[in-house]
């Protein structure tokens, strides 16, 4: 029921957060809000989602590494591994690439501006959601 919603907000905070690199501070305009405001839904989206999964994930890891598996079972595990460290890789690649383009928002930050704020009350708003959505009662 979720993922849709958490799809679109990791688009539209990645989609924004590049568009914040390309434009700058000086003229951030409407995407600036509108990548705080998506940073709010999507950390509270994403804190029901861990949650919801966490369990059951680190149980499907543990009986996939831990059983004795075909050769066919074994090949499909190296896969898994794998793409998840090929993507691991070109997140870091990409964060190198763009680490130079962020020196106007550091800049920006450090002469009084304020980031943090959004962080600070998309925790907040992610915890609030924690407590009403309980997770746990869905193990």
């Known amino acids: 029921m979720l993922a849709p919603l958490l799809l679109v907000a990791t688009l539209v905070v990645v989609g924004s957060g590049l568009g914040l690199i390309v434009t700058g501070p000086q003229q951030a305009g409407l995407l600036l809000p509108l990548h ?5 839904i999507w950390l509270s989206l994403i804190a029901v989602h861990v ?23 074994r090949n499909a ?4 591994l794998g793409v998840n460290l090929i993507a691991v890789l070109c997140g870091a690649v990409a964060a190198i690439l763009l680490f130079p383009d962020t020196t106007s928002w ?12 959004p962080l600070v009350v998309g925790l907040v708003l992610a915890s609030l959601v924690l407590l009403i959505s309980r997770p746990w009662r869905w193990m």
Do not use: F, M, P
């Not at 705080?36 to 709010?40: E, H, K, M, P, T």
């Not at 595990?77 to 898994?80: Q, T, Y």
């Open 106 to 117: 550091v800049v920006w930050s450090q002469t009084g501006q304020t980031i943090a704020a």
């Open 51 to 73: 949650c919801a999964y966490l369990w059951r994930t680190s149980l499907l890891v543990v009986d996939d590494w831990s059983k004795q598996a075909s050769r066919k079972l």
């Open 77 to 80: 595990r190296w896969l898994r």
């Open 36 to 40: 705080n405001l998506s940073v709010l």
